[in-house]
């Protein structure tokens, strides 16, 4: 039995137009609220939401995504902040760096090829998170995927800001033991 999902990769791959639709109608609130939450901007973020769209046409097939809204999520964010870095070339989103310092405390610059390789780091976060509790993930999810605000996010989570604040605070230092235990140093 196909999902949901699985129909509408077939519709990519047979190239028919009623895939973008089908993905409108299943994603596209979702999508709407990931590029809105990053950039705060209705019309930059429908446009990166319809961008995405193109992105995935363009690359359905050769790509069989295995989870189709994590595929279009990480699309949609990418162009988010590719709009950011033009919008703000000289002075970076206060979100964007609030995520930032809050990542660095636990997850070395990637960019340092030297060091770590950015990939692993990814799958090191991966197997980390899949070691703790449901709500953990959600939140560190929310947070660090999505760009949830801590606001929104104890709103979401029914928990008081405080709370959501340290919960991510101990989430990001198991974090850090975890990498260190694989051989990752900040």
């Known amino acids: 039995m196909q999902t949901k999902d699985d129909e509408i990769i077939e519709l990519y791959w047979k190239r028919d137009p009623k895939a973008i639709e089908e993905t409108q109608t299943h994603y596209g609130e979702k999508l709407g609220r990931l590029s809105f939450g990053i950039l705060e901007n209705r019309e930059d973020a ?4 319809n961008d ?3 992105r995935t046409w363009n690359s359905i097939p ?7 809204f994590a595929y279009l999520a990480k699309i949609c964010r990418f162009l988010c902040f590719d709009v950011l870095d033009h919008k703000n070339a000289q002075k970076r ?3 964007v760096v609030e995520l930032t310092h809050e990542m660095q405390q636990c997850i070395p610059d990637s960019r340092d090829e030297d060091k770590v390789q950015g990939e692993q780091i990814g799958q090191n976060i991966t ?5 703790q509790s449901k709500q953990d993930r959600l939140l560190f999810m929310k947070r660090y995927w999505y760009g949830v605000s801590i606001k929104d996010l104890a709103q979401q989570m029914q928990i008081s800001e405080s709370s959501a604040k340290v919960r991510l605070h101990r989430i990001r230092g198991r974090l850090k033991k ?3 235990s694989e051989g990752i140093w900040i």
């Open 46 to 49: 429908q446009e990166c939401v």
């Open 52 to 54: 995405t769209y193109l």
């Open 62 to 68: 050769p790509t069989r995504p295995q989870f189709l």
């Open 93 to 95: 989103s206060a979100l």
């Open 127 to 131: 197997a980390f998170l899949r070691t």
């Open 178 to 180: 975890y990498l260190e």
